[in-house]
């Protein structure tokens, strides 16, 4: 079983940076992609980025691309998600998921181990 752990949520203003790192254990994903969505109260959860293990390959939702940058860093079995320009509208719960497949997807069904979440709270 993997377990998932997110940190560097919080509150920042608009127009600010904050930095999420996804650190996994157990058995690990060597080889899997990673992936970062987001959940507000009321709505469904939203993709938000992936990558594949080796970092060549890498998605974006259309809201983040630009502003977003995820990354790996496979020596540590985390995954980084650099979030700058931030717009209140990015604030949500931000969860880590473990894909599937060695190639990343954009929907949830395409993760199978999910993280706690950690919040993120942009101010305008």
């Known amino acids: 079983q993997v377990q998932l752990v997110e940190s560097g949520g919080g509150l920042v203003q608009a127009g600010g940076s904050l930095r999420l790192t996804c650190t996994a254990s157990g058995r690990t994903f060597s080889g899997n992609a990673m992936g970062w969505f987001r959940q507000v109260p009321g709505k469904e959860r939203e993709f938000v980025a992936s990558?594949?293990?080796?970092?060549?390959?890498?998605y974006y939702a259309d809201s983040v691309k630009g502003r977003f940058t995820i990354s790996t860093d496979n020596a540590k079995n985390t995954v980084h998600l650099q979030m700058n320009s931030l717009k209140p509208e990015d604030t949500a719960v931000y969860y880590c998921a473990g894909g599937r497949a060695l190639v990343p997807g954009q929907a949830a069904t395409d993760f199978r181990s999910w993280g706690q979440g950690t919040q993120v709270t942009v101010s305008s």
């Open positions: 990558i594949s293990w080796n970092g060549l390959i890498t």
